[in-house]
């Protein structure tokens, strides 16, 4: 369900697991319609950590839709405003869940940066069900809006390659289609 990296390395919470949680930074991160969002919503009400969604406070910043930006600014415009509120909202905040873009670890130093003040999880999705979802939501995503039916799952096939090796530094790597919302707390805990 759940492969922990470098476990050597990572401390276990146990008496200590409420003051900690106060220091906890939890980043998800993933392939567009991994359920970062969903996950991220759940998992916060249920441990009462504030919740932010990263494209969201993109958007709130520029007052402009993700695919304004991208139409009006270009994508690398979006990607130093995606690092500099992801680092932004990382020094403001004690604690949170923050769910990541697609891109945001593929990026400058952004995934080292993470990983350095919290605990990065990956929500590994397939690529079969990255196509249903993405099938169903495409037309606010501008990478793969103008992408046909047909050649969805290549494109998925070709960026997941891509992104992969930035995606597997996460220090938590989750089945999206196995996991259940107890077992994610459970490694949220440790
Ligand atoms: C992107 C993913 C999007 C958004 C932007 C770029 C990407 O976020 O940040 O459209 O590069 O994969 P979601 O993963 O929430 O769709």
Known sequence: MCRKQNQSTIQPISASTSELKRTMKIFLIGFMGSGKTHWGRLLSEKIHLPFFDLDSVIVETEKKSIAEIFAQNGEEFFRYKEK???????????????????????????????????????LNTSIDVLKERLLKERMRRPLIKAIGDAELK?????????RRMYYEQADTIVDEEKVSLNSFLEILDT
Do not use: Q
């Not at 998925?156 to 891509?162: G, N, P, Q, V």
């Open 84 to 122: 500099e509120v992801l680092e932004e909202l990382t020094n403001d905040h004690d604690h949170f869940i923050l769910s990541c873009g697609g891109g945001t670890p593929c990026f400058f130093n952004n995934i080292s940066f993470m990983k350095k003040n919290g605990k990065v999880i990956w």
């Open 154 to 162: 290549a494109y998925i096939i070709r960026k997941l390659s891509e």
